[in-house]
Every structure is written in structure tokens, then in C-alpha cells.
């Protein structure tokens, strides 16, 4: 199967199911794609994490499945040093996706306008609003 998007690199914020469903798509068809999750990772690692059926290494079935083909780092985004380490993988970005919730991009620091001035081309989907 040809991998289209191989030389892409995404930065994955995305939580919940289609967020993590369409990055895994992205890594799928050759993105590489980078789940960027909190110090305390992202909270749908520890569902069925404790279920021996539906589990793998402390982490559930729901979290593996969506996040298969992706590396992965802990940042915290809501301290300087975080959002320095943020930026300059944006630096080396192509994509940057999310979906938290209205106006926590930019309280962030992490919005369109405030990224493109460490990568003029770099492109943000963000939910909401529609991407």
C-alpha cells in the first residue's frame, strides 16, 4: 500500500474519539504523526486499563487502537519550558491538530496566529471551530 502522506510531520493535541481517529488515519497513510499529551498523559490511556482482556502494558484497548503508528512525549503546555519544547517541535511541523475546547488554544499560546510566527507554514485544524 503506497503511504501518500510519508515526509508529513503532525503534532497530534487531540483527545476523544474523532480527534485521535483522524490523526490515526493521517499516521496510517505515512504522516508522522506526534501524540503530544499532559505530564499525566492523555485520560483515555486508563480506560479498560485494567482489564487483562482488553489491556496491554497499562494501557486499554481504546487507547492503543487510536494512537497505533504515532510516537508520542508528555509536555506540559501550560509552563514556559513546555511551551518552549511545544514550539520548537512546531518549528519542525507541518500540521498541528486539536480539539480542546473553545478559546483554550489561545490561552495556550498554541492557536494559528501564535504559531505561525515560529513556523510561517505550518497549519492548524482546530475543533471547535470547524477546521
Known sequence: MSQPLVGTRILDLTHMLSGPYGSMILADLGAETIKVEPLQGEGTRKLLA?????SLNG????????????KSVSIDLKTEQGLEVFKALVAEADIVL???????????????????????????????PVC
Open 59 to 70: 494501557m486499554g484497548a481504546y487507547f492503543i487502537t487510536l494512537n497505533r503508528n504515532k
Open 98 to 128: 486539536s480539539n480542546f475546547g473553545a478559546g483554550v488554544p489561545e490561552r495556550l499560546g498554541i492557536d494559528y496566529e501564535s504559531l505561525a510566527k515560529v513556523n510561517s507554514r505550518i497549519i492548524t485544524c482546530e475543533s471547535p
Open 50 to 54: 485494567t482489564d487483562p482482556n482488553n
